[in-house]
């Protein structure tokens, strides 16, 4: 059992750099005309209105998780021990009145996979995604001032995406261990956000970010 579930792990830290090799390798051969998307109007100004709705509640400190569409994104909702909805997490920021979401992501989307600052109605397009949540922290005006700058002082060093999933390294990060060590250093509390640990390795998953007793999802939906 012990030997299974390191090979479990070890055989998700394989695949998925092999999956975003493959789709980059996929990206140099030639292009093959596609069918105009075909829009259903209901579907689109619902899609619009979830996305308008997720984005009134955000807040400075606030957690966003979506969903995302293909294999990789599946690949990562696997690590989740306990709820395997979400693959992909981000912090937020308001900043001039705007709503931006920082996310460390690799793959295709993101070619020098180095952290990210993108808007949040971007971050939740439903182009590859399925569903979104937003999630809030208990955390006060001190905690988000010194939150914000954790965050601002990482996107300054621009980690690339961590294809090791290695907890120890600083340098890389993957998005669940961007969350996890920015909340921890801010509340000065490396058991703020607790980790998976299976047979002695340990690792963070989407779900132990919004699964503890600080974080509650507020809202969520899924998109048509």
Known sequence: ???????????????????????????NTAAQPAAAPVINPATAAY?????????????????????????DSYILSQMNLTDKTYSHCGIVMI??????????????????????????R???????????????YELDTASVSELRKVVTAYYQQRPRFDMQFDLATDDKL???????KAMNKTMKDTGY????IIYGHKYVGVDNLFINPHAHIIWKTKFK
């Open 1 to 27: 059992m012990k030997n299974a579930i390191r090979i479990a792990l070890i055989t998700i830290a394989i695949a998925i750099p092999a999956f975003f090799g493959i789709k980059r390798l996929n990206t």
């Open 193 to 196: 956000i607790t980790p998976t």
């Open 174 to 180: 993957y998005c669940a261990e961007f969350v996890y």
């Open 95 to 120: 900043e001039d009145g705007q709503a931006y979401v920082y996310h460390c992501i690799g793959g295709e989307d993101n070619p020098d996979e180095r952290l990210r600052r993108d808007p949040a």
């Open 122 to 136: 971007f971050f939740f397009s439903p182009r590859h995604n399925l569903g979104l949540a937003v999630v809030s």
């Open 47 to 71: 899609n619009d209105h979830a996305i308008d709705t997720a984005v009134s509640l955000l807040r400075s400190g606030y957690l966003v998780l979506r969903t995302g569409i293909g294999a």
